[in-house]
């Protein structure tokens, strides 16, 4: 395929080497800022994979009241507007790792292949993410009031999002353990 022959090349070793030490440096960032904001808002972080995957209008209202009492929906509203900045860096980490990854097997392997696969999740799944914030951002709009229809929107977006995220760590873990078996080995 034409893409992976592009991807084998581009972005170069060294690029993509630097891709990556982004991707963990604004991860850091932009993840720390997003829930200072969203912790001092009074929402439950723990529940926030919860919110994104209810798939209810109730559900998502019973968890905004709270911000609605205590005044403090803008304040989440910023942490959700920092998740832009949070999409870019997990988007480039998925990415560049997984090339890094595929590029370190034989190029006729199955983990060389799927590992450009999984480089193209760190595209798709930023992209699932930013329509879900459009979503999330709406709902606030009007926070107790909202049309249900909002929140399974949103869901709706998100469930693929956590795959494609959760399928890329998943194999990550298994490559890197595959890689460092090899190397003890030899």
Known sequence: MKLFELLAE?????????????GIALIVITYSILNFFITISG??????VYSELCFSGPILKS???VLVVQGTVDLYRIGQLWDYGFMVAYGLLIFSLALIIARAF??????HESGYVISLFGIAAPLLDVFENVFILLTLTNPLGFPDWLAVAQSAVSLPKWILILTALIWALVTAVILLIRKLRK
């Open 63 to 65: 968890m905004y009241v």
């Open 43 to 48: 929402f439950d972080s723990n529940s926030l």
């Open 10 to 22: 581009k972005p170069s070793s060294r690029l993509t080497k630097i891709l990556l030490l982004i």
């Open 106 to 111: 034989e190029e006729d392997s199955f983990w």
